[in-house]
Each structure stands twice: as structure tokens, then as C-alpha cells.
């Protein structure tokens, strides 16, 4: 008869496949985070940047026009940036409750009017993106919900100007 020999432990061998196994499951997990942080990051931008939107149409509604460069988006929660002391008894803001200056990664907000993107009428509202440097690919503006996949403005909105308003202004 054979004496059992009672198993005290796991091999090295058993013990480095496990680590791998968890390494790799670690990896998967981590890289699906970055993913979804990035994407979130780019969305929550997106809301601020339909926020500043929102308020601007107000603006428009009340003095008829967009903010100048001069002005900003600062002329959104602050009456004294408007450039023309004439126009401050049409201002009805604070139009943003918060002042937005920041992106989401802590750069600077861009404010164009006109638009580099789309021309006279429109204004552009840029956020830098992540690398905070202008002009690079992850770049986000006000106008990226309305680009195809080929990054063009879609066909339906090329039409569309906010600045007819159909009231002859």
C-alpha cells in the first residue's frame, strides 16, 4: 500500500497562470474604464456646451444678436460686459446661472463669432479637448452634434441658420 501524500500547496507554475489570468482580467477592465471615462468626459462637454447654447438663444431673444468676441461668454451671466451702455435695459439675463470658462479638463472655453465652422450667423463655442491644444482632433465645438460620420455639418442642417429668425433682424 501506498502512502497519500497530502497536497500542501499550489505549484509556481499553478501560482503564474493565476497572476496572468488576473493581470489579463485587470487589463480588460481598465481599458473598458479609460474608454467609457473618455466618452463621458466628451458628453458631459457636449451638455455644457447645449447649456451655453440654450442661453445664447435667450441672449438673441432679448438684444437680437449674438455676444461679440469683445463681449464673450462672460456677457451670458454678467450685464456689465455688454459693450453698449444702450442695450443694457433689453439684457434679462443672468442667462447661465454658473459662469462657464472651463472645459471639463480644465482649459480654456473658446467663443467665436463669427463662425470659423460655419460662417455669418453662427458662432462656434470650442473646448480644446484633453490635449488642451486648438486645433488638434479632439477638439469638441457646439456644432459636433450635427456632423456626419465623415465629420462634415449633415446635409439637413446646412440650411439652418439661427440667426433667421424670421422677424427681418
Do not use: C
Amino acid at each position: 500500500m501506498r502512502p497519500q501524500h497530502a497536497r500542501r500547496g499550489f505549484s509556481l507554475m499553478e501560482l503564474l497562470i493565476v497572476i496572468m489570468i488576473l493581470l489579463a482580467l485587470g487589463g480588460i477592465v481598465a481599458v473598458g474604464y479609460l474608454n467609457i471615462s473618455k466618452n463621458a468626459d466628451k458628453d458631459l462637454q457636449l451638455v455644457q456646451f447645449d447649456q451655453v447654447d440654450s442661453a445664447m438663444a435667450r441672449f438673441r431673444m432679448d438684444l437680437r444678436r449674438w455676444p461679440s468676441e469683445e463681449e464673450g461668454l462672460e456677457v451670458l451671466w454678467l450685464k456689465d460686459s455688454l459693450e453698449d451702455e444702450d442695450e443694457m435695459s433689453k439684457w434679462r439675463g443672468p442667462y447661465l446661472e454658473n459662469p462657464i470658462i472651463e472645459d471639463t479638463w480644465g482649459g480654456e472655453i473658446i467663443y467665436r463669432n463669427p463662425s470659423e465652422d460655419r460662417g455669418d450667423g453662427f458662432y462656434d463655442i470650442v473646448s480644446s479637448g484633453p490635449d488642451r491644444e486648438e486645433g488638434t482632433e479632439d477638439d469638441i465645438t457646439n456644432h459636433d452634434r450635427l456632423r456626419d460620420a465623415d465629420g462634415e455639418i449633415a446635409e439637413e442642417f446646412d440650411d439652418f441658420n439661427p440667426a433667421d429668425t424670421g422677424d427681418g433682424g
